[in-house]
């Protein structure tokens, strides 16, 4: 029997962030090894014009939930949905939800972020450290409560090159700029924000840095760990493998690669691709979660979940993968052919953004307008652009985290729990896990049938054969322009047809001398 699940048995669980990527495969794995549980209380946000609870059907509808239906038949009724804005005072919870999450929690798991990397920095603040500030405050307000496990990423520190399992300090205490973000105004904000994040790449791995200061400051006498996860990909192993639901990460790049929009990236081949699946921070979660309730840890500890230091894989193992499963599974309707490359410096990476990026944009988008539609490509492309340029921080530097306490933990498990929630990365075969990603892309992200492969090859074939056209018309356009302007271009054109005439010649006379 496994303790990790057992533990969860009867308790009453509150999650942030249930809604995004982590909070679904966290809520789906809870339920499927602990479907005893008491209840799950999640604090959720209208969107998009549904409610909460249309938001919650739509959740346990999807695929990721078919086996937890069959484990725990009730669990529409284990989800107790709270409405809650986390940008708001008291999140906005009613008086009566609030008495209740707080007499009844037993553990918090803290996922809700905002992940974008440009967002502004009021926003970023508010989401990343003022929320955790308030939730840790509910939290010492919280009688049954025995674990808080702050989510944080493993990129807090990315300023630094070497990163133990420590909080590290801030250079502006995290009150300060909480106060400040009260009376600056917005402009000003923008101002600053460059000096205030200093050497972090952006806003979000910034306010990620002060949430876990914040975590530690103010944690008071609570049981809390903060887990680090490096690059959230698509699941390994469980529910099944490849399923992911967002565009984050690498999962967007894959689409723009697949569908042949994105040509060049400027990225460090060697560099490490510190990918971790998404069930694997799960387990990681789940079972620090109960570690830190039944061992009450003396000190906040922290978790690394990264995979570079005990299983690395590198970018350009991982985009010639990406690559490779282009081949067996096409995605439909490519504007090109998957065909990317790494760049490396400046230089070549503005060449292919201007020749493989915004030319066959533009021209595409000449066909548009000529053909009576509205023109799009540009658009989209220079979308994608301002994307690699987010990204490229984190494909061109490699990072070291230590990862003792994940090991520790890993040797406190019994061998059952050591199964049911591994979080061993040793085990991962990084081909297969890239193969199943780009096919779980394929159909949980891009929502394409697996029937439509046929037709998607023979489309890439087009392509292909327009490709060779196109370069073949264009070099003999080139050529001919050149011939009626360069005398030496002239002679070496009659060199050669003079050549191939003679080798031509030979061949025949040799092969009518044999017979
Ligand atoms: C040798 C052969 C080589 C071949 C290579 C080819 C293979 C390619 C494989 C992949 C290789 C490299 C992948 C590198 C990925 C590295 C990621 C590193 C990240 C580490 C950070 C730390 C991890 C974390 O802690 S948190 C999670 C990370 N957070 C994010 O990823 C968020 C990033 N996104 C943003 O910040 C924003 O979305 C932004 C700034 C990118 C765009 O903002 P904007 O306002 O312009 O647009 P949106 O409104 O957000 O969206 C507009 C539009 O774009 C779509 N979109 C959103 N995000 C992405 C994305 N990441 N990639 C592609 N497209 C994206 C979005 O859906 C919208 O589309 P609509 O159609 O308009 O709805
Ligand atoms: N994805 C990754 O690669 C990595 C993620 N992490 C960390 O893991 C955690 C989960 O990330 P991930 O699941 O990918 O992120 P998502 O963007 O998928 O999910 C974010 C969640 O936060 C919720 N949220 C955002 N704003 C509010 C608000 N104002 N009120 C209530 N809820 C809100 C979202 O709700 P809604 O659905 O309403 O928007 C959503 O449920 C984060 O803490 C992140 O920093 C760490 C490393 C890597």
């Known amino acids: 029997m496994s303790m990790i699940a057992a533990f969860y048995g009867g308790k ?6 249930a809604t995004g990527f982590m909070g679904k495969v966290l809520m789906e794995k809870l339920f499927r090894t602990s479907p005893d549980l008491k209840v799950v209380y999640i604090l959720v946000r ?10 919650v059907f739509q959740i346990l509808d999807s695929k990721l939930f078919e086996k937890v239906k069959e484990v725990c038949p009730n669990v529409h009724e284990k989800i107790r949905a709270i409405s809650a804005d986390l940008n ?9 939800d609030m008495k209740e999450l707080l007499s009844h929690t037993n553990i918090i798991f803290h996922c809700a972020a905002t992940v974008r990397f440009d967002d502004h920095l009021r926003h970023a603040v508010q989401l990343n450290v003022t929320a955790t500030q308030q939730l840790l405050l509910m939290a010492s307000q919280m009688p049954k409560l025995e674990a808080f496990i702050h989510i944080s990423t493993a990129f807090s520190n990315c300023n630094l090159k070497h990163i133990d399992e420590v909080v590290y300090p801030c250079p502006v205490e995290p009150k300060k700029i909480i106060d400040s973000m009260e009376w600056l105004d917005d402009a000003i904000i923008d101002e600053i924000t460059p000096k205030l994040i200093g050497d972090w790449p952006n806003t979000y791995t910034y306010t ?3 949430g876990e200061v914040v975590v530690q400051q103010e944690g008071g006498n609570l049981n809390i760990a903060i887990i680090r996860p490096s690059i959230m990909g698509a699941t390994w192993q469980e529910p099944f493998p490849g399923w992911v639901d967002n565009l984050n990460g690498p999962s967007g790049l894959i689409i723009a690669a697949g569908k042949g929009f994105l040509r060049s990236i400027r990225a460090t081949p060697m560099a490490v691709a510190d990918l971790i699946p998404a069930d694997t921070v799960v387990n990681l979660t789940l079972a620090v979660g109960w570690y830190t309730a039944v061992h009450r840890p003396k000190s906040t500890l922290v978790y690394h979940c990264t995979s570079g230091n005990l299983n690395p894989c590198n970018w350009g193992k991982m985009g010639l993968q990406v690559l490779a499963t282009f081949e067996k599974i096409p995605f439909e309707r490519a504007f ?6 790494f760049t490396t410096n400046n230089i070549t990476t503005h060449y292919w953004n201007a020749v493989s990026h915004r030319a066959p944009a533009i021209i595409y988008d000449f066909y548009l307008r000529l053909t009576g539609r509205k023109p799009r490509m540009t658009k989209l492309m220079n979308r994608l652009l301002r994307t690699l340029s987010m990204l490229e921080y984190f494909v061109n530097r490699s990072w070291e985290w230590s990862t003792y306490n994940t090991e520790m933990l890993m040797s406190e498990l019994s061998p059952e729990d050591q199964r049911v929630f591994n979080f061993d990365v040793r085990q991962l075969n990084w081909l297969e896990y890239i193969e199943n990603y780009v096919l779980g892309v394929k159909k949980y992200l891009l929502k394409e049938d697996m029937a439509g492969i046929p037709e998607a090859k023979q489309h890439l074939k087009r392509l292909r054969n327009i490709h060779y056209l196109f370069n073949t018309a264009l070099f003999l356009i080139a050529w001919r322009l050149l011939i009626a302007r360069s005398q030496v271009a002239r002679n070496v054109w009659f060199f050669i ?19």
């Open 12 to 17: 009453s669980i509150l999650i942030t962030g």
């Open 46 to 55: 209208p969107k998009q014009g549904q409610t909460l609870q249309q938001r």
């Open 88 to 96: 708001q005072n008291d999140f906005a919870i009613s008086k009566e």
């Open 208 to 210: 990620k840095a002060l």
């Open 336 to 341: 090109r052919r998957p065909n990317a490359d």
């Open 497 to 515: 047809v003079s050549f191939c005439y003679k080798f031509l010649s030979y061949f025949r006379a040799s092969s009518t001398l044999n017979v």
